[in-house]
């Protein structure tokens, strides 16, 4: 079975600091892949997703990824991040020939003001 | 965007009672759904595999006598909670799949989660 690991559990910025969130799985194949966020108090939402094509992808709200499938990782970034990004964020994971997603542990981002 | 809701968002019940839990798609047709149990601090964890018109598919350590799911329509799941036990205490979470029709790995949306206390 695959697993996913987020490297931090908790990171603290100040508003304009640039953000990376770590992500790695392990899964022998093929795999599909997402960020979701959880915003206080609401539900999870889909920040971005990899199915093929080019490795860099971009999403909603500034945020960006890169799927590097030598180093089985798929770190988020965003270049400046606002008080409004204050969230949970998690990695998920699909292989291709399934159909159920696999969570990382989430990482809690707290933006300063 | 897909939306997906919940009822309750909240409950709280006496040990032994049973629960029941709605997922709804609002805006769209779901003929897989998802839940899943988020534990403090922890991730998602699935639970079980809801398909519209047939038995659920639950996870490995999931009792299906405790936790039943019911998919009677392509719009509604349900999960009750059966003689519910503080321990079953958690934010339980619901997903709906929506697909293209041309590829088998698509998109999850998820509902707000319903937070049940069992005391």
């Known amino acids: 079975a695959q697993s996913v690991s987020q490297h931090n559990h908790h990171v603290i910025l100040s508003e304009a600091a640039s953000l990376e969130l770590g992500c790695n799985y392990s899964?022998?194949?093929?795999?599909?892949l997402f960020w979701y966020v959880q915003y206080p108090g609401q539900h999870l939402q889909l920040l971005l997703k990899y199915f093929s094509g080019d490795p860099l992808v971009k999403g909603i709200k500034g945020f960006e990824a890169e799927f590097i499938k030598s180093k089985f990782s798929f770190n988020l970034r965003k270049p400046s991040v606002q008080w409004s990004d204050t969230a949970e964020y998690f990695c998920a994971v699909i292989p291709t020939n399934d159909y159920k997603l696999s969570f990382g542990a989430g990482t809690t981002v707290t933006v300063r003001a | 965007g897909a939306v997906v809701s919940q009822h309750p968002s909240r409950v709280i019940c006496k040990s032994g009672t049973s629960v029941k839990i709605e997922c709804r798609s609002l805006?769209?047709?779901?003929?897989?759904m998802f839940w899943y149990r988020q534990f403090p601090k922890k991730s998602l964890m699935l639970m079980a595999t809801?398909?519209?018109?047939?038995?659920?598919?639950?996870e490995q350590g999931v009792e299906k006598d405790k936790f039943l799911i019911n998919h009677a329509s392509l719009t509604l799941s349900t999960l009750t909670v059966t003689s519910a036990h503080p321990e079953d205490s958690s934010f339980y979470i619901c997903?709906?799949?929506?697909?293209?029709?041309?590829?088998?790995?698509?998109?999850?949306?998820f509902g707000p989660g319903t937070r049940l206390t069992v005391l």
């Open positions: 809801s398909n519209e018109g047939s038995k659920a598919t639950y």
């Open positions: 899964y022998g194949g093929t795999v599909n």
């Open positions: 805006d769209f047709q779901a003929t897989t």
């Open positions: 997903s709906a799949r929506v697909g293209d029709g041309r590829a088998l790995v698509d998109t999850q949306y």
